[in-house]
């Protein structure tokens, strides 16, 4: 079997240092559509680096995102064709506000390997702390399509019962035609999100936007909202990938506030409300 689970869960975490500054933030910002209107005092927070601060879901991509999910796939125990991966989820706890510029040391492992039947998922964790202690906790939950079926843990359930009533806000936000190129500048290279004829050969009509930048731009919409613009009031954030999104395209982002939480549903506007990020919810003080 290609995946072993006990041998996955049994591996040394790998660890190594990542760095990052003020200019890898607001290139980030600017590639999850921050700075439009430019000259607006809410935006500047996101590109000017005399006001700057870090929106939280920065830890996905800080350090280029080392060590991330192709690191994992190589993990041992892991043996996978890489066209049989999907991107399931993500989720990001904060420990404390992300700094503007810092060095830290990152370490990931293979937390979970659940058998779904027809799929295996490996949740592939990455926990960041420096000097001061402990900064965040990313978790990426990674389907394996034709790997499930050994007969191990199935895992718990990530789907949420849908949120009562009509949502409290709803906002839309374009994606422009240039934007999974200005987000990939960030350290997600892989074709898919560029190059047409690559994105035709895995079975997309053209090249789409990066899960992670539609995460990105969701939480932005969500602090700028409901927040106040206050990006320390995040706690956690956690999502499910239920479609992709093509540059050029509109999100429909709906959320629905309770005193601790959001919760949103995010769609693409131009294909009848396609749902593309479902059972997503924002922690906050």
């Known amino acids: 079997m290609p995946i072993d689970a006990a041998k996955a869960l049994a ?7 990542i760095t990052w500054d003020r200019k890898d933030v607001q290139l980030y910002h600017l590639g999850i559509g921050a700075g439009i209107p430019a000259t607006d005092p809410d935006e500047l927070r996101y590109t000017l680096e005399s006001r700057l601060h870090v929106l939280p879901s920065f830890a996905t991509v800080a350090g280029n995102g080392s060590p991330g999910v192709i690191s994992g796939l190589s993990m041992p125990g892991v043996d996978v064709d890489l066209a049989r991966v999907l991107h ?5 706890t904060l420990h404390r506000p992300i700094p503007v510029e810092g060095t830290a040391t990152a370490t990931g492992r293979i937390a979970a390997v659940y058998d779904k ?5 490996l ?3 990455t926990e960041v702390a420096d000097a001061d202690g402990p900064l965040w906790t990313n978790d990426a939950q990674i389907f394996v399509r034709g790997e499930g079926g050994w007969g191990g843990d199935r895992g718990p359930s990530t789907r949420l019962e849908p949120p009562a009533g009509d949502p409290d806000r709803t906002v839309e ?5 240039d934007q999974a190129l200005l987000y990939r500048l960030s350290g997600d290279w892989n074709p898919l999100h560029a190059d047409p004829d690559f994105a035709k050969t895995a079975g997309f009509e053209r090249p789409i936007l990066h899960g992670l930048c539609t995460y990105g731009m969701t939480l932005k919409a969500v602090v700028d909202t409901l927040l106040g613009g206050d990006v320390t009031r995040v706690r956690s954030y956690a999502t499910r990938f239920a479609g992709v999104v093509y540059p050029g395209e509109t999100l429909r982002i709906r959320m629905w506030q309770s005193p601790e939480s959001v919760r949103v549903a995010v769609s693409a506007v131009e294909r009848d409300d396609t749902p593309v990020l479902a059972d997503t919810i924002v922690e906050h003080s």
């Open 11 to 17: 591996a040394e975490p790998r660890s190594g240092e």
């Open 88 to 92: 399931g989820g993500q989720s990001l």
């Open 117 to 121: 039947g027809k799929a295996a998922v």
């Open 123 to 125: 949740v592939m964790r």
């Open 173 to 177: 936000r374009p994606v422009r035609e």
